[in-house]
């Protein structure tokens, strides 16, 4: 997220980081929760920026402080994460021995350990000891994207900054800004609020050839002609991809459609799908009809959390449709 972006869609989070900036209060651990894609790295990186950045209107983002942050070169800046799906004791032991030793650069010391949800219980226990015992001028960021999964007693160590969940406007916005398809920018919102993982998504090509599926069979079905039958024609598509989340973002696309129609007929619309209802005559459209089928779709988005025979799934809910 852009840095301006953190002080439109975070404000009341970045504003307490002022705040507390301003009058010389920060703390010396902050938590940092919200969901991926709200920011919580970005506004730590910030911070650290905030803090080390030596020209008065800080960070300015293009002294040398500010450019070691971003490449993680800086002697007052550490930066850890994950190493494969954990963050593991050897890393915090690294943390507490650099932080320990005296710096050759003046200043604050800043450190962020990114999902510290995924610390092993050696981690969190060598973190905790350090915490208890904060030194003048350094200061910690753990991002989480679920406090709860932390240790109590780190949590307690730490002021705790809730972020607020981006609207799926501003995914939207930015990936149309990259040339992205409306439809697609709208459907892909859904899936993520990250920029880069969105265009990993939209440039793997699977999303675009789900809605092109389903715009067909919605097609058929509003001009009341067997839906099956845009499904057997793509059968072994959708019998080949066995990532079970792509088949429940292909019922989510039926489903936002539907809505999508629903509101059209309640002259609520908001212009998406436009290729795929711009002929239909709303006076037509049963909106108890929708409903139910809205329902059906939601019972068998349902059954994909259990073992299902695709075919058979698919089979029968266009029979029903």
Request: aromatic fraction near 12%.
């Amino acid at each position: 997220m852009k840095y301006q972006d953190l002080f439109q869609y975070q404000s009341e989070a970045m504003q307490l980081l002022m705040n507390a900036y301003q009058k010389k209060k920060l703390v010396h651990a902050y938590l940092f929760d919200g969901e991926t894609g709200t920011g919580t790295t970005d506004a730590a990186i910030y911070m650290a920026k905030k803090l080390i950045c030596k020209e008065t209107a800080s960070p300015c983002m293009i002294c040398d402080d500010c450019k070691r942050i971003d490449a993680h070169m800086h002697l007052n800046f550490l930066y850890i994460a994950p190493e494969g799906d954990m963050i593991k004791k050897e890393q915090i032991e690294r943390l507490i021995h650099e932080f320990s030793m005296s710096s050759f650069e003046d200043g604050p010391k800043v450190y962020i350990i990114q999902d510290a949800e995924k610390m092993n219980t050696a981690a969190a226990n060598s973190l905790l000891k350090f915490l208890e015992e904060p030194n003048p001028n350094h200061y910690a960021i753990l991002t989480t994207t679920n406090e709860k999964k932390l240790l109590d007693t780190i949590v307690s160590r730490c002021q705790l900054i809730h972020f607020k969940p981006v609207p799926k406007t501003y995914l939207m916005s930015q990936l149309q800004n990259c040339g992205v398809d409306t439809d697609i920018a709208y459907l892909v919102s859904f899936l993520t609020t990250e920029l880069d993982v969105a265009m990993k998504y939209i440039e793997e090509g699977k999303i675009t050839n789900f809605l092109n599926i389903a715009k067909k069979i919605v097609d058929k079905d509003i001009k009341h002609k067997d839906p099956y039958v845009e499904y057997y024609r793509n059968r072994s598509y959708f019998l080949e991809e066995k990532d079970k989340a792509y088949h429940r973002f292909f019922l989510d696309i039926l489903i936002l459609m539907y809505q999508e129609l629903l509101k059209r007929a309640m002259h609520d619309g908001q212009g998406y799908f436009e290729d795929t209802f711009q002929h239909i005559q709303l006076e037509d459209v049963n909106k108890d009809d929708i409903i139910r089928k809205l329902e059906r779709i939601n019972v068998y988005q349902e059954r994909l959390n259990y073992y299902v025979n695709l075919d058979l799934q698919y089979t029968s809910l266009f029979a029903k449709l």
